[in-house]
Every structure is written in structure tokens, then in C-alpha cells.
């Protein structure tokens, strides 16, 4: 019975065969693939539907289902999926967690074609392990922000006399004591717990970059506690003294207007809120935008990156459609695409970003990545999740969102506080 | 047509007739509690496991409690529950009440009024936060409209002051629950005999003496009844927080609810977000028990009265 059913199917399709009709795509599939994010408005939403766009030109089917709201959501529904044995095909996921999640559920290994493209000598290394945690590749990175920058209110600078962006970290406090004394609020900032923690990362890195490395992102004890952290901490106590006071539980884009009206000076922000910025239909002409404070002279790159993991699916089709996404994702064409939606830079180090499709802030942004890239000065974020795991990055930034509200608290006994919040969420 | 009796149909009707109102009430019932029952026994059992992203079974004794014990969050937030309880129960039972009297004084409008105040419980507990965190910004809210009356100096920045920020949600809750309290509190106002107020009346009694010695032992029961409702909304709040002030400024305003969800779903750490529900729950007993404790005396009172 079920054998002349099969024949009797393979006598129809050689008969639609002969007679010229395009059948089916049967018994080869399209390779397709199943996605899950919380990329589904605005530029994020945007960018991704553009890739899959791509991937149906390609030959591919793309299914995407987005869960909107916070990551911790998306994660849930990720969680729920592989509890129940039916990973998507590909996911949203970044930094470490990609080593964390990877131990839950077994993933693709994409070294063929990651080597095929010689995609690893393109990227810094510091992303190269974050994506290959246990030496094969199984997640790739789509697009990069630099964390470390500063955007500058160009009426606010003209009422102080400034001409352009504080190259140190003194000459950042020069310019926001001007402007308090000129009825300037000189710093704009949101609320939110990530907002805070990223303020402290900038101070650091703009003080240096190698107590970064060893402090925040090796967790060295002797860094976490060195001089370089107090003095990072005593910036942030300057800095938390000329945030704006109504920001309550805010997100930042909340209190942008005053920053575009040039009520308030200078935001310390990623690259992303240029892309938030032009939605709120502000004039990128009114903005400076560059590099945060740095100290020691050379420019070093505190990053952050948007990645895809790539969970292990039986089905023929989906397999086909991981390689292939895969491919289209380390392409130069693609990835420009994706970052010219969203407003971040490349993640290859080889994209040439003088086009007129590219804003002044992303060319300073990849050059800096490009310079940093060579130097070896390239940081990962901790206030979004990029140098250390949830548990550990979530405990250090209640230590310095208390710290800038709570002006009792000294720098001395913040680090102490600190390296106290790392013993314990690792014990 | 007529009804067969029970005893003149047949087996199986009798037999339904019969087992019908079991299957009713037990089947629920056992799904329920294997529901309540089941996951929190599940729950305990994972809070003594080594548990990060999923639950594992490897036992770990008490680690994760005394790793959640020794955080700074947990501590701030069992003190700001305990200064949320107090205030927001208090707050809501004496603005109920009172609304609550004043509404019984047989007043025209009564019902228009009583679904005003009973409206915020309509309300979720996210619209009320962000509607607040809204009027109780001092760049765009109440102090900003006082001070554009001409009240230049008016300050009322409680939100972004991470000693005062707790008392913000006191506010907002005790503005949420304060309806509830209402419809209670006048409900056993209703109840009390009206010829009590006349013979109070009769005798000399004042309004004050009045409530104080006849309306009040009146509605114990009923404000009991309020107090322990209230107070276990207050242990579980969780969405007015994190509407209101995301547990900040800092983490001033954080609650135990908050830490269990920051544990559980964004640290992804299983095992301690299970121990500081186990603690929760145990916060919860510490207030059900005594109210049970009071319940069973009462009833044992009345049976020997009565």
C-alpha cells in the first residue's frame, strides 16, 4: 500500500517533469530558516526584515518571530523553545551568554564557512572568542556600536565658547563646569540602570584601557581594586553631580529634547543614539559627535556588538538555510546594508565607510575601531552585557547605580563594594 | 415529560447523579493544588540545587541562600517592605475609612462618587506607575505645575531621592487600594444596626464617641479582613515598581518580588531566584499565619458564646 502511494507520487512528479510544469520544490526543500528576536520595530526591526529580504532573494524561506519588549523576554521564549526541544534555527544572543547558553542545547559548528569567508582576520580578536567559546564557531556577530562616545549640543557648546569635543577627561570637567556656570545641564542621561553602568565603563577606558581589561573584563582582583578604578569611580562622582536631576527611572531618549534644544550639554551615550536622535527628528548639523575622554592619548574601543546564535536542527532544510544565512552574514554588502539601517559600524574592519551613506559619527566610530583593532585596544562593554555574564555584569552595576545616587558612598568603598559584588555572584 | 426519580432510573443516571458534583469540586480542586502545591515544592527543591539557566538537580545545600542573604538588594528590599507595608496599609485603610464615612453620611451623588473612588482598582498596576512616574517627575509633574503657578521655590522631587523614592510608591499604591478599602469599610458601615446611632444619639454620645465606641468594634472583623488583603498585596507588588521607578533611583526602591524576578530571568541564575521566592513565601506565612491563628480563635470564641 504505501509502496505504489510512493510510486504513484513519483510517476506524478515525473509526469509534471515531462510535462514541463515547474513543480513543486520537491524533494529538495528551500533552505529556510526559523528565527527568534526582539528586533521588531524601528531600525533594529527594520534592519532584520531587510535580511531576511535578502535571504528570500537568496533561494531561502525566512521566519521570523519577533517577541517584543525587554531581551530578558525574547530569552524566556528561547528557554522555553529549547526546554521543549524545538530551538529556533537561529537566534538573538550576545557576548557571553553565548557561552553560557551554548551548554543548555547543542549548536551548528560554522567553522567551513567562517574559514571559507577568512572572516576571523577581519574582526577583533576579543570578538573572535566570544563567538567561537569552546573553539568552534557556533554564533556570528552582526553589527558593532561603540560605546565610548560623546555627543555634543553644538548651541549649548557655543554658549560656553567651545569649539569642540573635551579630548581628556580635565578637559571634560573644564567644559561641564562652564556650562553649569552658563545654566547648562552639562550631562543628559535616562534612569535606567544600563545608563548608569555605562558611565562608569567610559570613565574607566578613558583613563585606561589595560586596568579595563584586567578589571572588568579578567576580573583580576588586583585591578578590580587599583588605582585606576578609584580614579574612575571619582569621575563618576563629577560627572553623576551634572546629570540631570529629573531623570527618574527614565529612559534617556526621554530627555533628549533638552539636549537637542541645547538646554543640556554633552550625552555620554553608544553610537545608537544618533539613529534615536534622527527619529526624534533632531538635526545631526546640531550635534559634534566623537570620541569619549581618553586619557592616555591613544584611542581605545569600548564595544559593543549584536550577535546570532545558530542552534542544531535535524531538518535538511533548515541546515541548508543556517549555512546560508550564515554566508550572507559575514558578506561586506550585507553587513553595510544592516549598519546603514540602524546607524551602527561593520563588523568587518575592511568595509569603506566614505560613502554618502554613512554619517561623520560611524566613520569616526570604524576608524576608531580600525586604529583600536590594530593596537589591540579593544574593550567589551559591561553595562550591556558583553564582558561578563548576566549574574556578574547585573551585581556591579547595582554597585555603581548606587553610586551615582547615593553621594555618601566614597570612591574607596565603591571598589570595595565591587570587588565584594564579583566574589559573590561568582560563589 | 416526566422527571425519572433517581431510584426508578437507570444504573448509570443514578451513578452520574452522584459522582456529577465530585467531579466538580475535586477535579479543580486537585488540579489546583497540584498546581500550587506541585510548583512550589518544585521551587523549594530548585533553591537547593547549583541551577543557573535551566533547572538541574545537583544538590547544593544552602548555598544560593546565603548567596542571595549577602547581597545588598535583598537587604533593601525587606526594609522597604517593611516601610512600604506599614505606610501604604496604613495610608489606604485611613484614606478608606475615612472616604469611607464620609460617604455614609447619606450624601447626594453617592454612587457617582463610590465608582470614582473605586475606579484606580480598575486600573492596572502598570498604567498607575507610569501615570505617576509621570505627575511625580519633578522635570514634568506636580512640581513643575506648582512652580509654573508661581510658587517658584516648590520642591517635590521624592522620586529622584533614593531615601524618599519609596514613599512614592506608597502614594501610588495607597492611591490604587485606598477604593478598595472604601467599599469594604462602607459595606460595614451599612451593616451596623441604625438604631444604634439613635440610641447613641439618645444617650448623648457625640459622633467622635460614636465611632470610636460602636462603630468601630462594628467593623473589626472587616478591617481585619482589609488589613491582611492589603498587606499581602503589598509582599507581592512587583509591576507598580517597576512601572513607577524600575527599583531605582539605584537600587533604593527595589522589593523582594523584584529580586526574585532580577534573579530568576535576567541574571539567569535559577537556584537563588528560587531561594529568595522560598524567603518570600515565607514573609507571606509571616502574615497569614497570625491572621489564620486570629480567624480559628474568633471562631472558637463565637462557637462558645453562641
Known amino acids: 500500500m504505501l509502496s505504489r502511494r510512493r510510486d504513484f507520487l513519483a510517476g506524478a512528479a515525473g509526469m509534471a517533469a515531462m510535462a514541463g510544469i515547474p513543480a513543486v520544490a520537491w524533494p529538495q526543500a528551500k533552505p529556510r530558516v526559523t528565527f527568534i528576536s526582539q528586533w521588531s520595530a524601528g531600525s533594529d526591526g527594520a534592519a532584520i526584515t531587510g535580511l531576511g529580504k535578502r535571504l528570500e532573494e537568496e533561494g531561502g524561506i525566512w521566519q521570523h518571530s519577533p517577541v517584543p519588549g525587554f531581551t530578558t523576554e525574547m530569552m524566556n521564549k528561547l528557554r522555553a523553545d529549547i526546554i521543549a526541544g524545538n530551538p529556533p534555527a537561529a537566534s538573538q544572543l550576545k557576548g557571553p551568554e ?54 555634543l549640543s553644538r548651541p549649548a557648546m557655543a554658549r560656553v565658547g567651545a569649539t569642540k569635543a573635551p579630548a581628556t577627561w580635565a578637559e571634560f570637567n573644564e567644559l561641564a563646569t562652564a556650562m553649569k556656570a552658563a ?50 569611580f571619582a569621575q563618576l562622582r563629577k560627572i553623576a553631580g551634572w546629570m540631570d536631576p529629573t531623570t527618574a527611572a527614565q529612559h534617556y531618549s526621554v530627555h533628549l529634547p533638552k539636549f537637542l534644544k541645547g538646554d543640556a550639554g554633552m550625552l555620554l551615550m553608544g553610537g545608537w543614539a544618533q539613529g534615536v536622535i534622527k527619529g526624534l527628528g533632531g538635526k545631526i548639523d546640531d550635534i559634534l559627535i566623537a570620541a569619549a575622554p581618553q586619557d592616555e592619548g591613544q584611542p581605545c574601543f569600548v564595544l559593543n556588538a549584536d550577535s546570532m546564535i545558530f542552534w542544531k536542527r535535524p531538518e535538511a532544510d533548515l541546515q541548508a538555510g543556517q549555512l546560508l544565512l550564515a554566508k550572507l552574514m559575514m558578506q561586506k554588502d550585507v553587513q553595510e546594508k544592516y549598519s546603514q539601517t540602524t546607524g551602527s559600524i561593520p563588523v568587518r574592519t575592511d568595509v569603506d565607510l566614505s560613502g554618502p551613506a554613512w554619517s561623520d559619527g560611524q566613520r569616526d566610530a570604524a576608524a576608531a575601531l580600525i586604529e583600536a583593532f590594530k593596537s589591540k585596544r579593544v574593550l567589551l562593554s559591561l553595562a550591556h552585557n558583553m564582558a561578563q555574564p548576566n549574574q556578574i555584569s547585573a551585581a556591579m552595576i547595582d554597585v555603581i547605580t548606587e553610586f551615582i545616587h547615593n553621594d555618601k558612598v566614597s570612591p574607596e568603598q565603591a571598589v570595595a563594594r565591587l570587588a565584594q559584588a564579583v566574589d559573590n555572584a561568582r560563589g | ?76 528590599a525587606y526594609i522597604n517592605l517593611v516601610l512600604y507595608g506599614v505606610g501604604f496599609v496604613g495610608l489606604a485603610t485611613l484614606v478608606g475609612f475615612l472616604l469611607a464615612v464620609l460617604l455614609d453620611q447619606r450624601i447626594r451623588g453617592e454612587n457617582l462618587l463610590r465608582t470614582i473612588f473605586l475606579y484606580p482598582l480598575a486600573v492596572s498596576f502598570v498604567v498607575t506607575g507610569t501615570v505617576w512616574s509621570w505627575l511625580l517627575n519633578p522635570g514634568l509633574g506636580i512640581q513643575k505645575f506648582v512652580r509654573n ?26 492611591w490604587h487600594a485606598a477604593g478598595f478599602a472604601m467599599a469594604l469599610f462602607l459595606a460595614g458601615l451599612r451593616s451596623i444596626d441604625p438604631d444604634l446611632a439613635k440610641a447613641a444619639q439618645i444617650d448623648g454620645a457625640g459622633p467622635l464617641r460614636y465611632y470610636l465606641r460602636i462603630v468601630l468594634p462594628g467593623i473589626a472583623p472587616i478591617a481585619i479582613a482589609v488589613l491582611v488583603i492589603l498587606l499581602q498585596f503589598a509582599i507581592k507588588t512587583f509591576d507598580l515598581v517597576r512601572a513607577l521607578t524600575g527599583g531605582g533611583p539605584g537600587i533604593a526602591t527595589t522589593l523582594p518580588a523584584l529580586v526574585v524576578y532580577d534573579f530568576m530571568f535576567q541574571r539567569g541564575q535559577l537556584g537563588r531566584g528560587s531561594a529568595a521566592a522560598v524567603l518570600l513565601l515565607l514573609s507571606l506565612l509571616l502574615v497569614l499565619l497570625p491572621y489564620y491563628a486570629y480567624a480559628q480563635w474568633r471562631a472558637r470564641r463565637e462557637r462558645a458564646h453562641g
Open chain 1, 98 to 151: 553565548i557561552a553560557a547558553w551554548c551548554k543548555i542545547a547543542p549548536t551548528v559548528d560554522l567553522d567551513t564557512p567562517v574559514a571559507a569567508a577568512g572572516y576571523e582576520k577581519l574582526i577583533p580578536a576579543e570578538l573572535v572568542g566570544l563567538h567561537k567559546p569552546q573553539g568552534h564557531w557556533i554564533a556570528l556577530p552582526m553589527q558593532v556600536y561603540r560605546i565610548n562616545t560623546i555627543f
Open chain 2, 1 to 76: 415529560m416526566s422527571r425519572a426519580g433517581p431510584a426508578r432510573g437507570p444504573g448509570w443516571r443514578v451513578w452520574i447523579g452522584k459522582s456529577l458534583p465530585l467531579a466538580v469540586i475535586w477535579v479543580p480542586l486537585l488540579i489546583n493544588a497540584a498546581h500550587v502545591v506541585g510548583f512550589t515544592v518544585w521551587t523549594t527543591w530548585l533553591s537547593f540545587t547549583t541551577s543557573e539557566l535551566l533547572p538541574e538537580y545537583d544538590w547544593a545545600g544552602l548555598r544560593s541562600y546565603r548567596a542571595v542573604v549577602r547581597t545588598e538588594n535583598i537587604e533593601i
Open chain 2, 149 to 174: 503657578l508661581g510658587w517658584a521655590d516648590f520642591r517635590f522631587d521624592w522620586i529622584t531621592d533614593r531615601d524618599m523614592a519609596i514613599y512614592t510608591i506608597v502614594i501610588a499604591a495607597a
Open chain 1, 183 to 232: 545654566g547648562i545641564i552639562p550631562v543628559a542621561n535616562g534612569g535606567i540602570r544600563w545608563d548608569d553602568g555605562m558611565k562608569l565603563e567610559i570613565a574607566l577606558a578613558g583613563i585606561g584601557a589595560e586596568a579595563y581589561r584586567a578589571g572588568i573584563m579578567q576580573l583580576d582582583p588586583k585591578a578590580l581594586k587599583g588605582p585606576e578604578m578609584t580614579a574612575a
